[in-house]
């Protein structure tokens, strides 16, 4: 069965200090893994697309990495701005575009 | 550029009566899906819509239904309403089958 495990569930971090957040994944041949950002009661906002192992995506203070099992979101120096719950979908391969999605990181950054 | 649009904002109903909540796609998509989003929890894919035709369904009941109209906005309807249907209903547009950008969503609440 289609999986996605998101580590830790929450996480706080000093200002500065950075980390990485964990997306493991189990699907029958995938179709992308993608990485959202999630402010409370908003909508997702999308961030990166990951297609094949050893890709990476970076924006700002973010890295996204891929592996064949799981996915990193590399957090450089974050700042208060960045606090949010980050989830990680994964989509199977072909005749279907159904998001499967881990419960998320809570991330909150203090100053 | 308009993002994907959701009405109403907030919803509050009670048990046994039933909803139509609304979504406009992003300029220049053609594709909707609408997920659930329980508090604490990741989305849950419902069903996705293109070409005005239900294209894929995840596991709900048949008390969820949607249509989606020739400009490509869509509904999505809940019967016979129950106190677990409160969540977070969320939209989201693609071209295709390319990455999907969320709306802010529609909290209903089931009293």
């Known amino acids: 069965e289609d999986q996605v495990t998101q580590s830790p569930e929450a996480l706080r971090l000093q200002e500065g200090e950075s980390s990485s957040l964990n997306c493991s994944y189990t699907?029958?041949?995938?179709?992308?893994l993608f990485w959202y950002r999630q402010d409370p009661g908003k909508g997702p906002e999308f961030l990166f697309t990951l297609y094949s192992a050893g890709e990476e995506k970076e924006k700002e203070r973010l890295k996204a990495t891929l592996t064949k099992k799981e996915s990193f979101l590399h957090i450089t120096a974050p700042k208060p701005e960045d606090s949010a719950t980050y989830l990680c979908a994964v989509r199977r391969s072909y005749n279907t575009d159904k998001l499967i999605f881990g419960t998320g990181t809570r991330l909150q950054v203090f100053p | 550029d308009a993002g994907v649009t959701q009405s109403p904002t907030h919803l509050i109903k009670t048990r046994g009566q039933q909803v139509t909540l609304r979504c406009s796609p992003k300029s220049g998509h053609d594709t909707v899906s609408w997920y659930q989003q329980a508090l604490g929890q990741g989305p849950q894919f419902i069903f996705q819509?293109?070409?005005?035709?239900?294209?894929q369904r995840g596991n709900f009941p048949d008390r969820f239904s949607g249509h989606q109209f020739p400009n490509y906005s869509s509904e999505l309807n809940v019967n016979a309403l129950l106190l677990g249907d409160s969540a977070l209903y969320l939209c989201?547009?693609?071209?295709?089958?390319?990455?999907?950008?969320f709306g802010p969503g529609t909290r209903l609440t089931v009293l």
């Open positions: 989201a547009s693609s071209l295709w089958s390319n990455e999907q950008f």
């Open positions: 819509y293109y070409e005005e035709e239900e294209r």
């Open positions: 699907v029958s041949g995938l179709r992308g």
